[in-house]
């Protein structure tokens, strides 16, 4: 969905506003550090950190330089320092402006055509900054701007947000970014769904039983406990990550890879879910808010002692089941399943494969149903179960056996972070992989089903403890269960071992 890596882009000017924030530190710099490191910008790109703080000196670039190696332990010392040359720093809050000369001369001091904007910034002022920029004459023709999530917690906060930008800046100018999006592995099911006959000729609901999502977090809150806590995982993970890996597995073919032709597709899946009801949000969903527990590292606190609060209704477990109604995936169950302090973390999605008509063998023994398993992280992988016959002289025995692409083993090259790939389409002008106005539009109005159906209800959070699966680990009715990821079997069946 892009192109190679390494193939070099044109100079461009780069401008992260909360630059010296820990997003900034820990993935925008270091990806573009990357980029550099392997020769796909050079120094005559430009750089510019605007944040509220005073750096007297050279201390930002001193700060800059810590994190790099801090985020790249094999990073080339020569090419870090390259790499802080690139950036400079000028203090400016673009709500309270100073107008300060510097900034006016860095703009000046450019015929570069790309312009990129990266709001690094809580959504409630990015208004204020395109306002800002706008004001001062920065914004040209192909400029871009880059908008983090989340962009508000609603319909009414995200459509504000949206509206805001837009009188600044066109559709086409906007890049909403989902790092979900860049990853690797992500990328690559519009190659095998789309690249493989066998995988797109049953991915269908004549041949698909159910669908599962989950990506599940080992760790707590942490120092995001005042955002979480007005958040919680239905918001700040379903609504974007989860959303689009669905959209990825459901969509039909694009005619090409145009952007627009690919966010169609995906437009027309979000409209097609199914919005929940008072009946069938008691059934098909689930909430949870983690109490103590114990995890690989020992015991850890609940997630109000976390958050230093008494009493909050914010859920960090969600399990949902939904459908996607139209003529592909017609009564096909899509299982999402998110949740903080599991006792292990991964992404991946499953397609289970309906079972054969019939068991024509002697043994008559229960046949497990052909599965394709995705990993994300860690350890992308992609597998296929199948039934297989063990060898020996004795009948038509069998069992299933996985077929693994193990890509650590496969390609050997360093992976680049889901931040690099999606920098690089910035300056380079492609919005495949980023969000339309119109998709996130659609997305909450599908959350908004559950939010006011979880609030009509009174839906409350079931409890589970730290390092656990999560309220009851699944979600049943009478044709379908919540399938346990392969991936927690695994690390079960080796703790056993262990544990002799």
């Keep these: 969905m892009s192109d190679d890596n390494n193939q070099k882009i044109p100079d461009f000017d780069l401008i992260i506003f909360g630059g010296d924030g820990d997003l900034a530190f820990r993935k925008i710099f270091p990806a573009l550090y990357h980029r550099l490191n392997e020769g796909q910008i050079d120094e005559k790109s430009r750089i510019l950190a605007i944040a509220r703080t005073e750096y007297p000196g050279d201390e930002f670039g001193k700060t800059l330089k810590g994190h790099i190696l801090q985020h790249v332990p094999d990073a080339n010392k020569a090419d870090v320092a390259k790499f802080v040359k690139m950036v400079s720093y000028i203090p400016e809050d673009a709500t309270n402006p100073k107008r300060d000369e510097r900034l006016k001369t860095w703009f000046d001091d450019t015929s570069r055509e790309v312009r990129a904007f990266y709001l690094a910034t809580p959504a409630a ?287 050997t090259q360093r992976f680049p972070d889901a931040y690099e790939r999606l920098l690089m389409d910035v300056v380079r002008g492609n919005q495949t992989l980023f969000m339309r106005r119109d998709e996130v539009r659609a997305s909450w109005v599908w959350i908004e089903s559950i939010l006011k159906n979880w609030s009509a209800t009174k839906q409350p959070n079931i409890l589970y403890e730290a390092g656990t699966w999560g309220p009851g680990h699944r979600i049943m009715n009478s044709e379908h269960e919540w399938i346990r990821s392969r991936h927690v079997a695994k690390v079960q069946e080796n703790e056993a071992k262990k544990n002799g």
Excluded at 364 to 393: A, D, H, S
């Design 125 to 411: 002022i990015f208004g204020n900054i395109c306002k800002y920029l706008n004001d001062e004459g920065y914004i040209t023709p192909s400029a871009r701007v880059v908008l983090e999530k989340p962009l508000g917690r609603d319909l009414e906060s995200s459509e504000n947000v949206n509206t805001e930008v837009a009188k600044y800046f066109p559709e086409e100018q906007i890049y909403r970014i989902d790092h979900y999006l860049g990853k690797e592995t992500v990328q690559n099911l519009m190659v095998l769904r789309f690249a493989n006959n066998i995988f797109e000729r049953a991915w269908n609901a004549q041949d698909v039983d159910n669908i599962q999502i989950t990506v599940a977090e080992s760790i707590g809150v942490g120092s995001r406990g005042g955002y979480y806590d007005n958040y919680g995982a239905l918001r700040d993970m379903v609504q974007n990550h989860l959303l689009q890996l669905l959209c990825l597995i459901a969509m039909e073919p694009p005619v090409t890879l145009e952007a627009d032709l690919v966010r169609d597709e995906k437009l027309k899946v979000l409209k097609a879910l199914r919005p929940y009801t008072t009946e069938t949000i008691k059934t098909h969903t689930v909430r949870g808010q983690f109490t103590r527990g114990n995890t690989g590292d020992g015991p850890v606190k609940s997630y109000l002692e976390e958050i230093e609060k008494f009493d909050s209704s914010t859920e960090t477990f969600v399990a949902l089941k939904t459908y996607v109604d139209n003529w592909r995936w017609g009564g096909v169950p899509f299982y999402l399943r998110t949740g903080k302090r599991m006792p292990h973390r991964y992404s991946e999605i499953v397609i289970n494969f309906k079972p054969v008509p019939h068991n024509l063998f002697p043994e008559r023994k229960k046949m497990v149903n052909n599965k394709l398993t995705i990993r994300l992280q860690p350890e992308e992988r992609i597998e296929l179960t199948q039934m297989v016959k063990i060898p020996g002289p004795g009948g038509y025995r069998y069992k299933p056996f996985s077929l693994e692409l193990d890509y650590a083993d496969h390609f």
